[in-house]
């Protein structure tokens, strides 16, 4: 997976200069777990370091709304290195998203095929049936390999590609 590689690109970099430096989703540390209280869950969140790093808040899908969108991939690296803080804009888990905001919005409801996203939030378990159960095979037999992949919840909505304002669902009526 390219972003695995480039978090062993990184570590490797960063320990070259003297850095002590891990990237703890490819470590031998990570592990996917089962919470009662959360469901899937995993030793380490790329999402969460992001959002504690200031980069976003999470959104009904559970996506990470940043100022570029929700539509991306992240991914950490651990290094000690002293740098200054970047500065949280929001004071909320969830201030970017207009659902949760302001109870407007919810295009990412309708845009799940899976139906893991209602107004309660998003339905791990439902959303990894569907990329593992359909997906798969839909990758496979269309693409021609091994993977699986879906994010439509993360595309054709006012947070794709920006902190999304009321307005943005205005200018999205006929």
């Not at 590689?5 to 970099?13: D, F, G, P, Q």
């Amino acid at each position: 997976m390219i972003n695995d590689n480039l978090r062993r690109h990184l570590v490797e970099k960063l320990r070259e200069a003297g850095c002590e430096a891990v990237a703890p989703v490819v470590s031998p540390f990570w592990e996917r777990r089962t919470s009662e209280k959360y469901g899937f869950a995993s030793t380490w969140s790329e999402r969460h370091a992001a959002y504690v790093s200031g980069l976003g808040t999470f959104g009904l899908s559970d996506g990470l709304i940043t100022p570029r969108g929700m539509a991306m991939r992240c991914g950490s690296v651990i290094a000690r290195i002293k740098i200054p803080p970047t500065e949280r804009p929001y004071k909320d888990h969830h201030e970017y998203c207009l659902f949760y905001k302001k109870q407007i919005c919810g295009k990412c409801i309708a845009r799940c095929p899976a139906g893991a996203i209602t107004k309660k939030g998003h339905d791990k378990v439902k959303c990894q049936d569907h990329l593992h159960q359909k997906m798969n095979e839909y990758v496979k037999t269309n693409f021609g390999f091994e993977g699986y992949g879906c994010g439509l919840c993360q595309t054709k909505v006012p947070c794709e590609s920006k902190i999304p304002t009321p307005s943005d669902l205005k200018q999205e009526a006929p």
